[in-house]
């Protein structure tokens, strides 16, 4: 029922000023909605006039609204997924007819999965005083249930919050942290789907910038959709109806929904000079203001200044309020003149009672109201300018529109009962060029370079203006050059037009190359000749290529040259390709040179030429070729193998930059070219001429002979080619591949697959390489004659690199191909294995890319392979591999439950330096620890499981020995970390071994499980500690054992931190932790307590505060702030001297004031450090300076 109410109510405001005849059915006419569309500027930008603009894209033709094929309904918002949507459009454009058709289908349709929809206008939240929770919202200001329902509701709406639907129409004003913000962000009702109108201009800002949202743009009407409208509302009338749709200003107009619905109220006061002038926003917008107030048209002045205080009460209140940037506005009574213009809001404020407040129909008619208000104060405009200029007050211009309209001399007539005429002709006079300099300075001072300026905003207010003069003083300072670079709607174009239309004696430069335009837009730019010089393009014959794609675009012909320039789509290619073809025809029949003059616009083409020349002859290729100011790519979809056709085509070649080939069959591909080199060869012979040399420079790219780099078929490519370039030789004994060579050194890595291509063609292509390349090989041949052909290849190989195949079939390869090697090498004394060992040692060897993990199991397992080979022949491999393994990896990665010990220690042996070792699994088979812990004179630093550690911990404790012990605790970088469960047994082992470390040992203890003697083992023979980290637990369990022992070990600690989860702590448990942390510190010695982690109480430090220890604390930010403030407020010397003592008199960390630094300052400590960036104590130095012998700064 709310819903239809508010429908209801949104149909009478419609049919306000409509003639009481006139029956209107006010169903939905379809507007266009672009999902994701290209952001629409607010405002098109235009360079500054004595600066050349370069042209950053192409001119665009298309309709102004899309057609209906995008076809994006209020139906499919509703049905979206998305949970939050925002709709974006100017002013009146149909935002809020978008989501109350929302409203009117949820309303109407049986068995909606939707169960809830709420509907709120920026005018109904402006008043609303309730908004203290989510209950409130939904049921005081928006409706409300009965009360035995009321609880059920909510609790429906908050536990199925994924069926309720939250529209926020015009609603921009999100207070951080309130409801309406946590509704946005999904905090209250996460499910729901919130669904928000704004205009342009707030797109940009730092709320929706950041907010997750599906955009969806309204552009108004299409072109049928202003018919329906039309035909709808003037049908009764179709002499009106005709009228209308063929004036071509008020048709522009009309793509904004409201304006449409003015053009209609309009109508009503047709007589015979209605369409004789051009008609603005403002005098449609004063029209039904006069025809408000129901009067005679005789009277409506009289009345009017009957009535002049209430008009400008209304003025006042609208200003304001626009100032403000709100819909607050007086509450008015019945026969108050403001009654046409507002509509009521009632809020219930308490149970019993209700409140009633207005707003305009429409946000325009408030900006209209405002400029009124301004027009009867001109002192106030120029402050208002300036307004506009900033970010705050920015959205004070649109009501600059409406008060250029207003200072029309058109409309002085219709506005002097209100306004002295004298007054509103002595504002225009000064006005015009004070927006002028306003609108037209730079807004952006950085440089010159970055000079914009608003240019299609500027034109909006001549337009509504209507003064050839001020066009003019326009034009002038615009020197006669306007370069608008976005988007242009039919009404800019309208506005634009006007401006232009009024240069009487001079030209005006109007560039829109940048710039996409309407069709109708088009037809008005047109209308201005001759005081237009359009520039489409540079050379003039162009320029009539475009009206005359444009004329056949209007007449619906298929044929268009430059809807998609710029787009690699080869269809505009071939319209291209087609109209050379038809000139060259045209050229000879009569004889004339017509082609050079279209020189530009086959230059203005995409970067790439794209032609199937089984379909078209090379010789119109080569005509437009001819016509580039350079060279150009060509891209082959089709090839002629017609002698002919070859010979065009190599006429080609000076004019191309590169030669592509696309989506054609390899064999077919490789046959073309081979017989394309074979012609060149034959011309050159015969000729003289480089055709040989031609042909190889445009197949000499990065990424030949495709657009972009794909190695693999650009290397499976090229090994093809030279296999029939090889048998084309051996056929007829002639040599051509040397004249090929720059073709075939273009790859950076050879890959290839051996289990598919012989070796020896690999081994062609790398001896015309001029420099050693990567070979990658996918696949091997372990047939002996292609293992010999491919070790022929290594003196010309830089890295043999294998791809992520079979890890042992890898393995294995490499393998025979050193065997292989060793033996060519005993056989023929040549160097065989140091050339493939050479082309091995490489960082990433056998990968191109390092990966630890796979390049530390492939050499394990090739030193596996080859320890085997040696027990099994009795020959010596592995020392002529050094370097292999040398090169890689930087850290040895090894699965010790898959893998032996041993074969680490070989490559470990291999090394000329210590190397770091990373366990992955651990064997528990004593044996294997043993041959582990040999590794460990060969490591720099360990990396293992705890549980692999207490392994090697436990057989190292047995062995008794002292070295191997602290060789151990190097690799360990003297850091021991425990969080398991900690036997006692356990505990002995590592207790025994720690000791060894001296005074360098770093332990951290998480252990969730271990018992009192199990903490006196591990810490018996420990003396110093450099860094102890403990968990609150494991403070505790110290405590404990400390408290039991009779005779107390003394232990040092250089510094002790508390790993505590504070989350898991309650302050009961922290305070038991923090008691036995302070028995610690007093049975050891602990030079520094490291709490920085944590942020804690004041009060759960006293504690720590009152040891008598030489302890030195370090506290976190937070915490030290809280203290300093506990112990300034307390003010117990005692407690102060303790704080100064803990903290070393540290408290740089910390913001002071100048009374806290001065309390601390009258007591003994020898000295304080601050820091003065972070405290408020500079402005006291004076102050400070009997201190300054005590005071050290932190620099």
């Known amino acids: 029922m709310k819903a239809k109410s508010i429908l209801k109510d949104q149909k009478e405001h ?46 665009k033709l298309r309709a102004y609204i899309p057609n209906e094929e995008q076809a994006l309904s209020p139906v499919d918002l509703l049905k979206w ?61 928006y409706l409300k249930p009965m009360e035995n329902d009321r609880m059920d509701v909510f609790k429906d709406i908050e536990e199925n919050s994924e069926n309720v639907v939250l529209i926020l129409d015009g609603v921009t004003d999100f207070g951080k942290h309130s409801i ?103 005098e449609m917008y004063i029209h039904i203001f006069r025809a408000a107030v129901k009067k005679q048209i005789q009277q409506i002045d009289k009345y009017l200044k009957e009535i002049k205080d209430q008009v400008y009460y209304l003025m006042e209140n609208a200003f304001n309020a626009t100032m403000q940037k709100t819909l607050n506005v007086i509450s008015c009574d019945e026969t108050d003149i403001s009654r046409a213009f507002l509509k009521m809001i009632t ?125 003019l003083m326009f034009l002038e300072k615009m ?24 240069s009487r004696d001079k030209e005006v430069y109007l560039n829109l190359e940048d710039c996409t335009i309407a069709d109708v837009g088009m037809n008005m730019m047109l209308s201005c000749s001759p005081n237009i010089r359009l520039n489409i393009c540079k050379e003039p014959l162009e320029q009539t290529t475009f009206f005359l794609e444009f004329f056949h675009k209007a007449s619906q012909c298929c044929c268009s040259f430059f809807d998609q320039r710029y787009n690699y789509n080869h269809e505009p290619l071939n319209a291209l390709l087609d109209l050379c073809s038809h000139v060259k025809n045209y050229e000879t029949q009569t004889g004339r040179s017509f082609l050079p003059a279209l020189q530009s616009v086959f230059q203005s083409t995409p970067d790439v030429w794209i032609i199937d020349l089984s379909q078209r002859k090379s010789s119109v290729l080569l005509e437009v070729l001819k016509l580039q100011t350079e060279k150009k790519p060509v891209e082959l979809r089709g090839c002629s193998e017609e002698e002919s056709e070859m010979m065009s085509f190599l006429q080609c070649l000076p004019y191309i930059s590169q030669l592509r080939f696309f989506n054609l069959r390899k064999s077919f591909h490789n046959r073309f070219l081979l017989k394309l080199f074979i012609k060149a060869a034959e011309i050159e012979t015969q000729t003289g001429e480089q055709m040989l040399k031609l042909l190889s420079s445009v197949c000499t790219y990065s990424s030949f002979p ?92 830089s890295q043999l690199r294998f791809d992520h195949w079979n890890n042992n079939y890898a393995v294995q390869f490499v393998l025979k191909l050193l065997i292989k090697a060793a033996e060519t090498e005993t056989q023929t004394e040549e160097q065989m294995l140091k050339l493939l060992k050479t082309v091995c040692t490489y960082s990433s060897f ?122 151990l605790l190097e690799v360990l970088g003297f850091s021991f970390s425990l969080e398991g469960h900690l036997p006692s047994k356990t505990c002995r082992s590592v207790g025994r071994v720690l000791p060894f470390s001296s005074d360098r040992l770093n332990l951290t203890l998480k252990s969730k499980a271990i018992s009192l003697k199990g903490t006196r083992l591990l810490f018996r023979h420990i003396k110093n500690l450099h860094t102890l980290r403990l968990s609150g637990y494991m403070v505790v369990r110290i405590a404990e054992a400390l408290r039991s022992m009779w005779v107390q070990t003394p232990v040092t600690v250089y510094e002790l931190t508390l790993n505590l989860n504070m989350e898991q702590w309650s302050e009961r448990k922290l305070s038991r932790v923090l008691s036995n942390l302070a028995i610690i510190l007093r049975l050891w010695t602990v030079q520094c307590l490291n709490l920085t982690e944590y942020n804690m109480l004041s009060v759960s430090l006293s504690v720590l505060l009152c040891h008598q220890g030489p302890v030195i604390l370090r506290l976190s930010k937070e915490t ?58 500079g402005c006291n130095v004076r102050k400070m300076l009997p201190f300054f012998n005590r005071i050290q700064f932190k620099r």
């Open 14 to 59: 419609s049919c306000k000023y409509l003639d009481d005849n006139v029956h209107v059915n006010f169903s939905f006419i379809p507007l266009v909605l672009e999902r994701n569309s290209v952001a629409k500027t607010p405002q098109c930008k235009i360079k500054s006039k004595n600066k050349k603009c370069k042209k950053l894209r192409p001119k």
């Open 180 to 282: 309406l913000w946590k509704i946005m962000n999904h905090e209250l009702l996460p499910d729901a789907k919130i669904v928000i109108t704004c205009r342009s201009e707030v797109e940009y800002e730092p709320l929706f910038r950041k907010w997750p949202t599906q955009k969806v743009y309204v552009q108004g009407f299409s072109k049928e959709s202003i018919n329906t409208y039309y035909h709808t509302m003037l049908g009764h009338d179709p002499v009106l109806l005709e009228v209308v749709l063929k004036n071509q200003e008020l048709f522009s107009l009309s793509h904004v929904p409201l304006y449409a619905s003015m053009i209609v109220d309009l109508m009503q006061f047709k007589n015979g000079t209605v369409c004789d002038h051009p008609h603005t926003v403002t």
């Open 706 to 797: 495709y657009k972009s780099t794909d190695i693999i078929k650009q290397v499976d490519f090229l090994l093809d080619l030279c296999s029939h370039v090889k048998n084309y030789e051996t056929q007829t004994g002639r040599s051509l591949l040397p004249g090929l060579q720059s073709v075939f050194q273009l790859p950076d890595v050879w890959i290839i697959d051996l289990s598919q291509r012989k070796s020896s063609v690999l081994l062609e292509v790398l001896k015309l390489q001029t420099e050693k390349k990567p070979v990658e090989l996918i696949r091997c041949s372990e047939e002996e004659s292609e293992m010999i052909s491919l070790l022929q290849c290594l003196p010309y190989i």
């Open 479 to 502: 020197d006669h050059q306007l370069e608008p670079e976005e988007d242009l709607d039919p009404h800019q174009c309208c506005a634009l037009s006007y401006v232009i239309a009024q």
């Open 846 to 967: 056998p990968y191109q890319w390092s990966d630890r993990i796979k390049q530390s199991d492939f050499l394990l397992d090739l030193c596996s392979h080859v320890k085997d080979y040696e027990t099994q022949t009795g020959r010596s491999l592995l020392p002529a591999l050094q370097s292999v393994f040398q090169s890689a990896p930087d850290v040895w990665i090894i699965d010790l439950s898959r893998r032996k010990s041993s074969i680490l220690l070989e490559v470990l042996k291999l090394q000329t330096e210590k190397k770091p070792v990373e366990l992955r699994g651990c064997s528990e088979e004593e044996s294997e620890v043993m041959s582990l812990l040999q590794c460990l004179p060969y490591i720099s630093q360990l990396s293992c499981s705890e549980l692999c550690l207490l392994t090697l911990v436990k057989v190292v404790q047995y062995r008794e020995n002292p070295e191997l012990v602290t060789l």
């Open 347 to 471: 809020i219930r404020d308490s149970p019993t009672s209700a409140m009633t407040y207005c707003a305009f129909l429409h946000n325009t008619m408030q900006e209209f109201f405002s400029a009124l208000w301004l027009l009867g104060h001109p002192d106030e405009i120029e402050k208002v300018l300036q307004l506009c200029q900033t970010e705050e007050h920015k959205h004070m211009r649109h009501v600059l529109p409406f008060l250029c309209g207003l200072l029309s001399e058109h409309n002085i007539r219709l506005l002097k009962c209100l306004f002295p005429e004298d007054q509103i002709k002595k504002t225009s006079d000064w006005f015009i060029e004070k927006l002028l300099d306003t609108f037209l300075q730079p807004q952006s001072e950085e440089s010159e370079d970055s000079e914009e300026f608003d240019l299609l905003f500027v034109s909006q207010c001549l337009y509504e203006l209507q003064s050839p003069k001020a066009c």
């Open 1120 to 1177: 030290l702030r809280k203290l300093v403030e506990f112990v300034c407020e307390a003010q117990e010397e005692e407690l102060t001297q303790c704080f100064l003592q803990k903290v070393g008199g540290d408290l740089t960390s910390c913001s002071l004031s100048w009374e806290e630094l001065h309390y601390f300052l009258q007591h003994k400590i020898p000295h304080i450090t601050v820091d003065l960036r972070k405290s408020n104590i």
């Open 81 to 141: 997924q998305d949970k939050n949507i925002l709709i974006i459009g100017k002013p009146g454009v149909g935002k809020t007819t978008v989501v109350q058709e929302m409203l009117r289908l949820w309303s109407e349709k049986d068995g909606r999965e939707i169960d809830y929809m709420f509907y709120f206008d920026e005018s109904v939240l402006a008043h609303s005083s309730n908004i203290a929770s989510l209950q409130s919202i939904l049921f005081d200001v």
